[in-house]
């Protein structure tokens, strides 16, 4: 398991890699919105103390390659007939689970999801002695299902698009990331983060804050971000020539084709980053853990000041020279 932890760079390392940064940009530099690519999803880090309350906090993310993906790919069928745009779209669907299946995806994997079947019609002319007239006629059946493919390989996934374009299928809806043990993967970043906020109460208290006999509060939340939520727009750049431009010839910008690209989670405002290299695109899970300490000064003057009140006793003296304590309650 590859942890990438927060860490102090020397100003030679610092330096150097503020000087390769323009190399490593790429086209995304030129963008007019790129900040936007670039923004912090969580919050940044705290360690503050607000008057004689102490809050730390920890985030901690885990990159997680998914265990198994749904491909959905959608289909469209017309036919004069129920009858055969039924049979056509059997023939379809029976042809394409054919073929996956020779990629190792089981026949149990594939899933018909049956959207419409529904009659179309077409506009007729009516022609009449005075007037001419319009009315909707039947002119066949179309079907649409939704296939569902199950697969565990996410490199078999072109595969897919292959087998279905050769049965007419063009159009892949989405795909979908599975992770089987999600809840392994908060503990195991609870366990991280529970660590290392220990390791800052300790640092704390050898400054003298007094950490240890602190009143303590906590509080922890979690997400996870998923590849589809995170593509991003970006529209391809290209430079026409600057030769072509001295010399005064007119130049005919080329369109420049709009794409995605899929957008990590930054990781600059995390403390811990399991799985830090990555090249599949994985599911981003995130855990924040949040501890308030309020500090012995605050409570040991609220005490005080209770004692004082518990001390204080008003005493009635009567005329005939009793004395009496007075209930304050």
Do not use: W
């Not at 794409?259 to 980053?273: A, G, M």
């Not at 949040?290 to 609220?302: G, H, I, N």
């Amino acid at each position: 398991m590859h942890v990438l932890t927060r860490s102090f760079l020397l100003a030679p390392a610092l330096l150097s890699a503020t000087l390769a940064l323009p190399q490593a940009m790429g086209n995304l530099m030129y963008e007019t919105n790129s900040r936007i690519f670039f923004q912090q999803a969580e919050q940044p880090v705290k360690a503050t103390v607000q008057g004689n309350m102490l809050v730390l906090e920890v985030n901690a993310m885990m990159n997680m390659r998914a265990d198994s993906y749904l491909a959905i790919f959608h289909i469209t069928q017309l036919g004069q007939s129920a009858e055969e745009a039924d049979s056509l779209m059997n023939k379809r669907i029976n042809g394409f689970t054919a073929r996956v299946r020779k990629e190792g995806v089981k026949e149990a994997d594939v899933f018909a999801d049956m959207l419409s079947f529904v009659p179309v019609y077409e506009i007729e002319t009516t022609r009449q002695l005075f007037s001419t007239t319009y009315q909707e006629v039947p002119a066949g059946f179309e079907i649409q299902k939704n296939i569902h493919v199950k697969f565990r390989d996410a490199r078999i996934l072109d595969k897919l698009v292959t087998a279905a374009a050769k049965e007419e299928i063009y159009d892949l809806v989405k795909v979908d990331f599975f992770v089987h043990q999600q809840s392994a993967c908060y503990d195991t970043l609870r366990m991280f983060a529970t660590k290392l906020l220990q390791q800052k109460l300790d640092n704390f208290d050898k400054l003298g804050l007094e950490v240890k006999e602190s009143h303590r509060t906590a509080a922890e939340k979690n997400g996870a971000y998923f590849p589809l939520d995170r593509y991003t727009a970006y529209q391809s750049r290209t430079q026409t020539s600057l030769n072509s431009r001295r010399k005064g010839q007119v130049i005919n910008d080329v369109k420049k084709s709009n794409t995605l690209f899929y957008n990590k989670v930054p990781y600059q405002n995390f403390d811990i980053v399991l799985h830090a290299d990555i090249t599949e695109p994985p599911v981003q899970y995130t855990y924040n853990l949040t501890m308030y300490c309020q500090l012995p000064e605050a409570f040991k003057e609220k005490e005080k000041q209770k004692e004082i009140k518990e001390i204080m006793k008003y005493m009635l003296i009567t005329p005939d020279g009793t004395v009496k304590e007075l209930s304050m309650k």
